[in-house]
């Protein structure tokens, strides 16, 4: 994809976390022209020298043509898109397109998704899989739910976030398959811990087990990802454990409504909360094996080996 394909639409970001920072930095850097928005402006500000213009409020974005929102929770959504210096609280003011990557209820989006139509926007969920760190590497995907006109004229830009875009229906359907992929995050992540922790209770070092796992069959991006954290005890975050156990009852609250049973999801979102009680908070959630391996009478020492995350750049 060339640059003149991205030269099209001026663009709006809300939301400079870890992740909306990235991304924003990445649709700057394939030379899109591009406006943010940030509670705490000092985070927003690093990306000026980028060419990004900094605004005070997400009114200020309603004439751009797409606005990108990423924010932590479902109330954060509705907050910046109808609150009083919202995104649509300027009457007759909107943008053309409104894209959110946040991973909300479908309750939520759909509620979203009307107050933009009241106001004349599209709106797109297209909740992301992948970090900062996939992020950089060209590697985030996306899923997209809404109007097939909007996703079509919105597809170069999510297309340039990373590796490969989603489209799957009007809607809301984005919203529960994100859920649904979140969830398998943290049953995997619990189940790659337990048998990390076994293997190495009988004696294996953990980099010489995850090496096979990772060249084996039931080796995975996620685990290839995972390895370096698992191996040299690196919890620094990319997903928390606060934010995996608001996912685990986003689905479990949509398998109940679905009547769906989810023993397996319903036992993990346990084994999170009692790692928040555990005081493992501002972390990654891959210090699911640190927990496991208190479990397990294991105690961890890191191993200190160069190891690869499989994020080898495809920017």
């Not at 709006?12 to 992740?19: A, E, N, P």
């Not at 679905?258 to 397996?264: E, I, K």
């Not at 961890?300 to 080898?312: F, H, I, R, W």
Request: proline share 5%.
């Amino acid at each position: 994809m060339t640059n003149a394909t991205l030269d099209k639409h001026k663009l709006g970001w809300i939301g400079l976390g870890r992740m909306g920072f990235s991304m924003a930095s990445r649709l700057l850097k394939r030379g899109c022209e591009l406006a943010a928005y940030n509670r705490t402006r000092s985070k927003a500000e690093p990306l000026a020298p980028l060419g990004a213009e900094i605004v005070s409020a997400p009114a200020e974005l309603a004439e751009r043509d797409i606005v990108f929102t990423m924010v932590s929770a479902s109330p954060d959504l509705l907050e910046v898109l109808s609150g009083p210096a919202g995104l649509l609280s300027r009457k007759g003011k909107a943008p053309k397109i409104i894209i959110d990557c946040s991973t909300v209820s479908q309750e939520a989006s759909a509620e979203a998704r009307a107050r933009a139509a009241a106001a004349g926007a599209a709106f797109l969920a297209a909740p992301v899989s992948g970090n900062a760190k996939a992020v950089k590497a060209g590697r985030l995907s996306l899923v997209v739910s809404g109007p097939k006109t909007a996703y079509a004229e919105a597809e170069p830009y999510l297309a340039a976030l990373g590796q490969g875009v989603s489209y799957v229906g009007e809607g809301e359907r984005a919203r529960i398959v994100k859920i649904c992929h979140n969830v398998l995050l943290g049953v995997l992540a619990q189940s790659l811990a337990e048998i990390t922790v076994l293997a190495e209770k009988a004696g294996v070092k953990r980099h010489d087990f995850l090496d096979f796992v990772n060249k084996s069959v039931l080796g995975s991006a996620f685990s290839r990802y995972k390895t370096p954290a698992f191996v040299n005890l690196d919890f620094t975050p990319t997903f928390t454990p606060v934010l995996l156990r608001k996912d685990l009852d986003l689905g479990l609250a949509a398998a109940r409504e679905l009547a769906v049973p989810m023993p397996l999801a319903a036992a993990v979102r346990e084994i999170v909360q009692s790692l928040i009680g555990n005081g493992y908070v501002d972390c990654d959630f891959a210090a699911l094996l640190a927990l496991e391996a208190k479990a397990a009478g294991l105690a961890l020492e890191p191993e200190n080996v160069a190891v690869s995350d499989g994020l080898e750049s495809k920017a």
